[in-house]
């Protein structure tokens, strides 16, 4: 299934994964530059589409790469700088990024832990779990939308 297929109704909250599902995945590597950094196919169209359908359009995403020095979290925000204002130029749109840089799932914060999604609840006290949908392309996002209490669609 990709993002344009997803019925995305009834709900008013979207939580997005960055990698496999917003860009290309680099396999055995981590998106470290802004030049490895690749939109996947459909993406603007289908964050365009849903700009004016949620309230919240939020990414939450692991960033192990920076834990294990191989970025840092400068090289993180120039990347996320980067997408946002072609998101954006494109007609589409994300309220936040959370992002987790721990490299074991003992961190609450690293998926599918539950932390980013309390700081999101934290940020936002108007969100409601029964409004939000979780979009990933992996068995860690949909453990994540599980253990949040939230449904979940896997992509590929």
Not at 88 to 106: F, H, M, N, P, S
Request: proline letters at 3%; aromatic letters at 8%.
């Amino acid at each position: 299934m990709n993002l344009l297929d997803v019925d995305v109704s009834g709900y008013d909250t979207l939580l997005l994964d960055r990698d496999g599902v917003i860009n290309k995945l680099r396999p055995d590597d981590y998106v470290k530059c802004w030049e490895e950094f690749e939109f996947l196919p459909g993406v603007f169209e289908a964050l365009v589409k849903w700009n004016m359908q949620f309230r919240y359009i939020i990414i939450v995403t692991n960033q192990r790469g920076i834990g294990k020095g191989v970025m840092t979290d400068e090289d993180l925000s120039n990347i996320h700088g980067r997408m946002m204002e072609e998101i954006e130029r494109q007609g589409g749109r994300v309220d936040k990024i959370y992002y987790c840089t721990a490299l074991t799932e003992a961190d609450i914060n690293r998926k599918p832990g539950i932390g980013m999604f309390l700081q999101i609840l934290k940020d936002y006290p108007n969100i409601k779990k029964e409004n939000c949908l979780m979009i990933g392309d992996s068995d860690t996002d949909m453990m994540f939308a599980r253990n949040c209490g939230i449904d979940g669609v896997k992509v590929v």
